[in-house]
């Protein structure tokens, strides 16, 4: 983990969806592997599903505020990730094709909200830690896969001489997470804009 070309630690974090692991078990895993990239220095990927407040707590506990977040394929409530932006300045969040699922509502509304305008400076002005110098001209997300999963349901309208479905998503479907992504903002935005934007979000969580 120490090798400069290990740009970050995860995906790490706590899944109460499945709960294949006992939940105490998780969380002290969790613990020790953010105590463990956070001595290293290294940005985290985080998954987190149905554990907004215990994943929220260890965040806040085990974290320092200016360190490198990317939580990982968003599915759960836009309050949740409003305030985890509003205490982590460096805390993007990761769209994937899960947005395009009629099943995922929160992911759509979340960036909607972040989208508009003069939203992040309002949050993170009732951060704990008082107002933050902060680009105000993109929202802190992150366009990804989760490979194989999450093909992005938008990819067979160019698609129409296939039959059935595709097996698995790859990075090169994230073109359509991205044009959904613009569909849902609005204002001018396309896929390009996203892509750019993102893009640029990647290399400052990341460093490449």
Known sequence: ???????????????????NSPRDVQQRVFERQLRAAVKLGKPLTIHTREAEEDTERI???????????????????????????????NLYIGITGVISY?????????????????????????????????????????????????????????????????????TAMIPWVAEFAAGVVGGGWGPADVMLRANENARAVYGI
């Open 1 to 19: 983990m120490t090798h400069p070309r290990c740009v970050g630690w995860g995906e790490i974090g706590l899944d109460y969806h499945y709960d």
């Open 59 to 89: 965040l806040k506990q085990e974290v320092p505020v200016e360190h490198k977040i990317h939580v990982h394929c968003f599915t759960d409530t836009p309050e949740f990730a409003q305030r985890l932006l509003a205490h982590f300045p």
């Open 102 to 170: 009629a099943t995922n509502l929160h992911t759509s509304a979340l960036l909607r909200h972040m989208a508009a305008p003069n939203v992040e400076a309002e949050a993170e002005a009732a951060g704990p830690d008082g107002p933050r110098s902060r680009n105000r001209d993109r929202p802190r997300i992150l366009l990804e896969t989760d490979a194989p999963f999450m093909v992005p349901s938008n990819i067979y309208a160019s698609l129409p001489a296939l039959k059935g479905r595709l097996p698995l998503c790859h």
